[in-house]
C-alpha cells in the first residue's frame, strides 16, 4: 500500500541551530504535502504546506522543499527555539480526495 | 484553540464497558473524520463523514461504531473494546474536498482512551 516515510524519528538540537526533517513518499498521485506540528497535549496543527506545483515555500524561520522526481520533500526550521520542541508530522496527499497518508512522526528536541 | 473540540480528554473503560466519543466544530467545515495515533505508529485514518455521509470505513472493527447527525458533530461509539485499543483518538474537520485543492485539516485535542 501507499506509505510515507519519516526521518529522522528523534531530533535534538542546540538552540539557534538549524533543524531538517525528510519524508519519502511512493504514491505518484501525491500532490499536496502539509506538515503538522504537535505538542504535548494537544491535537497537531497545520505549520505550513507545499503543492507540487511549487519547489520550495517559505514562512519566516520554517521551510519546505520538494522534488518530484524523486519523492522526497523536506521540512527545515532555522534559528530553532525552545519552544519549536514537539513531534513532527509530514503527511502526502491526493487533490480531490480526503486521504492524507501521515509519517510515523519526529520528535524534535530544542535544548537552551 | 482549533475550533475542534473533542471530549473527553481522557477516558478510561473496561473491556466490557460502552462509551462515547465527542466531538463538536466550529469552523462551518463539512467534512469530519476520526483517526487513532498510537505511539510509534503513523495517524491511522479511521472513519470520514463528508456532508454528513460516511465515505470511508478504513477496514476498522465494528467495536467501534461512528455517527455524524450533522456537519459540525462526530460520534464515535465504543464497545467491548480490547487493550490494543488503548490510543489517542484525533478528531479532525476540513472544508471539504473538490477536484482542485486539498483543505487544511483541523485537529482537536484528542481524547486518550485506556481499555483495562
Known amino acids: 500500500g501507499e506509505n510515507v516515510e519519516q526521518h529522522p524519528s528523534t531530533l535534538s538540537v542546540q538552540e539557534g541551530d538549524s533543524a531538517v526533517i525528510k519524508c519519502t513518499y511512493s504514491d505518484s498521485a501525491s500532490n499536496y504535502f502539509p506538515w503538522y506540528k504537535q505538542e504535548l497535549g494537544k491535537g497537531p496543527q497545520l505549520i505550513i504546506d507545499?503543492?507540487?506545483?511549487?519547489g520550495e515555500k517559505k514562512d519566516q524561520r520554517i521551510a519546505v522543499t520538494l522534488n518530484k522526481t524523486a519523492k522526497h520533500f523536506s521540512l527545515h526550521i532555522t534559528e530553532t527555539q525552545p519552544e519549536d520542541s514537539a513531534v513532527y508530522f509530514c503527511a502526502a496527499g491526493v487533490s480531490g480526495t480526503y486521504k492524507y497518508i501521515f509519517g510515523t512522526g519526529t520528535r524534535l528536541k530544542v535544548l537552551a | 484553540e482549533t475550533g475542534v473540540t473533542q471530549t473527553p480528554r481522557h477516558l478510561v473503560m473496561g473491556m466490557t464497558n460502552k462509551k462515547s466519543l465527542k466531538c463538536e466544530q466550529h469552523l462551518g467545515h463539512n467534512a469530519m473524520y476520526w483517526y487513532k495515533q498510537s505511539a510509534k505508529k503513523p495517524l491511522e485514518l479511521m472513519f470520514v463523514y463528508n456532508f454528513k455521509e460516511q465515505t470511508e470505513n478504513n477496514s476498522v472493527p465494528s467495536r467501534f461504531s461512528p455517527e455524524c447527525p450533522n456537519s459540525s458533530h462526530l460520534f464515535l461509539h465504543l464497545h467491548t473494546l480490547q487493550p490494543e485499543d488503548s490510543a489517542l483518538y484525533l478528531c479532525?474537520?476540513?472544508?471539504?474536498?473538490?477536484?482542485?485543492?486539498?483543505?487544511?485539516?483541523?485537529f482537536g485535542q484528542g481524547t486518550r482512551l485506556t481499555v483495562v
Open positions: 507545499i503543492r507540487s506545483n511549487v
Open positions: 479532525a474537520s476540513s472544508q471539504g474536498w473538490d477536484s482542485y485543492m486539498n483543505t487544511e485539516a483541523f
